[in-house]
C-alpha cells in the first residue's frame, strides 16, 4: 500500500458527461501528479499541483482540469467526455516538487466512457 | 524531445530462470533520472528504483540488478532466479526536463509484461 489513495476505483459514463476523480497524497507528501494509462497512449503524465499550485503541465487537454486543495487532497475533472478518454487514470504523490522525485503512485480510477 | 524504448514487449520465463528487460532512453538534458517501476496485475505502479545521470554504479538489490550505461544510453534490469510473483508489466522511465529552472516530468516505455511460469 503506497498510502495513495483515489476514488472511486471505477467509473462508468456516458459520452458528453463530466466526472471528477478525486486523490488523497501519502500523508506529509506536497506534490501530486496526474497520469493517462490508456492502451494506444501508455502512461502519459497530465499534471503536476505543488503545495497548492500548479507545477508542471504535460499532455493535459483543455477539456480536463485539475486542482489541489489547501488539505492538498487533488480533483480532476474530465468534461466533454468522449469514447477515448477511457483509461485508468492514476495518482502520485511525493514530497519535494521536482518531477524526478520518487512517486508514489495510487491504485487508479478506471474510467469507462459509453 | 526524450524518449524511452522498451523493446521487449513481452517475455515468458520459467521460474529460477534470469531475465533482464531493457530500457533504451533519448534525452537532450545533461542531468536526467531514470526509474523503473512494476505494474503487478492488481494495477497499482510500484516504485523500485531512481538512477543519476551522474553515478553509473550498477546497482544491486537482492534478486534485482540494475546495469547503468550512458555510452549505450541504456538501463536495463535484470531479476535473477525468477519467481511467478515477478510477474507484472516493469516499465522503465526517463526525466524530462520542461521549463528553465526546475520543473520535471516523466517520460515511460511502453512497458515489457513478464509473465513467470511455475
Known amino acids: 500500500d503506497s498510502g495513495v489513495t483515489q476514488t472511486p476505483k471505477h467509473l462508468i459514463t456516458a459520452t458528453g458527461q463530466r466526472v471528477t476523480l478525486r486523490c488523497s497524497p501519502r500523508?506529509?507528501?506536497?506534490?501530486v501528479y496526474w497520469y493517462q494509462q490508456s492502451l494506444d497512449q501508455g502512461l502519459q503524465f497530465l499534471i503536476q499541483?505543488?503545495?497548492?499550485?500548479?507545477?508542471a503541465k504535460g499532455n493535459i487537454l483543455e477539456r480536463f482540469s485539475a486542482q489541489q486543495f489547501p488539505d492538498l487532497h487533488s480533483e480532476l475533472n474530465l468534461s466533454s467526455l468522449e469514447l477515448g478518454d477511457s483509461a485508468l487514470y492514476f495518482c502520485?504523490?511525493?514530497?519535494?516538487?521536482?518531477?524526478?522525485?520518487?512517486?508514489?503512485f495510487g491504485p487508479g480510477t478506471r474510467l469507462t466512457v459509453l | 524531445a526524450q524518449k524511452v524504448t522498451q523493446a521487449q514487449t513481452e517475455i515468458s520465463v520459467v521460474e529460477k530462470e534470469d531475465v533482464t528487460l531493457d530500457c533504451v532512453y533519448e534525452?537532450?538534458?545533461?542531468?536526467?533520472?531514470l526509474f523503473w517501476y512494476k505494474q503487478p496485475p492488481s494495477g497499482e505502479l510500484v516504485f523500485l528504483i531512481r538512477?543519476?545521470?551522474?553515478?553509473?554504479q550498477n546497482e544491486i538489490s537482492g534478486r534485482y540488478s540494475w546495469n547503468f550505461q550512458k555510452s549505450t544510453s541504456s538501463f536495463n534490469f535484470t531479476i535473477t532466479a525468477s519467481q511467478v510473483v515477478d510477474s507484472a508489466v516493469y516499465f522503465c522511465?526517463?526525466?524530462?526536463?520542461?521549463?528553465?529552472?526546475?520543473?520535471?516530468?516523466?517520460?515511460f516505455g511502453k512497458g515489457t509484461k513478464l509473465t513467470v511460469n511455475p
Open positions: 500523508s506529509g507528501d506536497l506534490s
Open positions: 522511465a526517463l526525466s524530462e526536463t520542461l521549463t528553465q529552472g526546475g520543473s520535471e516530468k516523466l517520460v
Open positions: 534525452t537532450r538534458d545533461t542531468t536526467y533520472y
Open positions: 499541483y505543488y503545495n497548492g499550485e500548479e507545477r
Open positions: 538512477r543519476n545521470s551522474f553515478d553509473e
Open positions: 502520485a504523490s511525493s514530497v519535494g516538487q521536482r518531477g524526478y522525485n520518487e512517486q508514489f
